[in-house]
């Protein structure tokens, strides 16, 4: 039964460009959300994916967006990306309608612009 | 917005002592679950506590909901270097459809030997 898989593990990018992150959610798991990490801090949410719609939407601007598919995959999109974005994207599944939206995170990938 | 406040950030303990980190919410929560980050890892969950007042063990992990649901506590007795990471809190609000959980900032633990 595999976890929640993210790739790419690493990435790096210049100021100005686009990236792209990709989660596949845990087996049996519907829901998708993603997290922003940065360095010592918590978790901060970006948004949610449910049934391919965005379900809630953290305090994020709209350079960053995302996506859902038929098979719960999910990405996530920044475009004109800062140098503040730099930090650990953290993707975790989870399944609608059990009790309390717990979280299963994936490893995580590690974004620093430059 | 909804915020999660959590103290300490560091905790640096000798092996064999407790520990305990405390968690905030500014407004009240339908419950709230704790997760664990060792160094270069991810959050890894931990428990969930919905009712006013629980309180959970886990081996030597004493978890703690508030009576008002705004306020929780993680207790470790006799520290182990195992429990070496970061403890996170994580409140959760039921609006309708929406599930968010709110993260606080963590308490690094570092366990000396």
């Known amino acids: 039964d595999a976890g929640v898989t993210q790739s790419p593990t690493h990435l790096i990018k210049t100021r100005g460009q686009q990236v792209t992150l990709r989660c596949s959610p845990k087996s049996g798991h519907d829901t998708v959300s993603w997290y922003q990490q940065a360095l010592g801090q918590g978790p901060q949410f970006i948004f949610q994916?449910?049934?391919?719609?965005?379900?809630q939407r953290g305090n994020f601007p709209d350079r960053f967006s995302g996506h859902q598919f038929p098979n719960y995959s999910s990405e996530l999109n920044v475009n004109a990306l800062l140098l503040g974005d730099s930090a650990l994207y953290l993707c975790a599944s989870s399944l609608a309608h059990a009790g309390g939206h717990i979280q299963y995170f994936g490893a995580g990938t590690r974004l620093s612009v430059l | 917005g909804q915020q999660v406040m959590q103290i300490p950030q560091y905790q640096h303990v000798q092996e064999g002592e407790d520990f305990t980190t405390y968690c905030n919410s500014s407004t009240t929560l339908s419950n709230i679950q704790w997760y664990k980050q060792r160094p270069g890892g991810h959050p890894v969950f931990l428990i969930q506590l919905v009712k006013s007042g629980e309180v959970k063990k886990q081996k030597r992990l004493t978890f703690q909901f508030g009576e008002a649901k705004k306020n929780s506590s993680l207790h470790i007795t006799a520290t182990q270097t195992t429990d070496v990471g970061t403890y996170f809190c994580?409140?959760?609000?039921?609006?309708?459809?929406?599930?968010?959980?709110?993260f606080g900032s963590g308490t690094q633990l570092t366990v000396l030997p």
């Open positions: 994580a409140g959760q609000i039921s609006s309708g459809s929406a599930r968010q959980l709110t």
């Open positions: 994916y449910y049934e391919e719609e965005e379900r």
